[in-house]
């Protein structure tokens, strides 16, 4: 079965933020414009701009799903409001 290509949400930075955060990430704190994530257990962290009237950049987001070792399929997930298991 080939697999359908998945279009990630645009929107700015807070929203995604929130999808973020129903994957266990938490705002460390903010430098600026930028809102740092960090999640218990992981050495990773994530800096999501948040300039109001601006969606994040496709390219951008992409790197974050892929840092914070999301499928497109499950961060779709956590953006729309399913809480992952």
Known sequence: MPQRMVRLPRAGG???I???KRAGWKVN???????ILTKEGSDIHLSIPVHSGK???IGL???LVARASLTNEEYIDLFYGKKRR
């Open 29 to 35: 704190h903010i430098e600026g414009s930028h809102h």
């Open 14 to 16: 807070d929203k995604h």
């Open 18 to 20: 929130a999808a973020f």
């Open 55 to 57: 969606t994040l950049g």
């Open 61 to 63: 987001l992409k790197k």
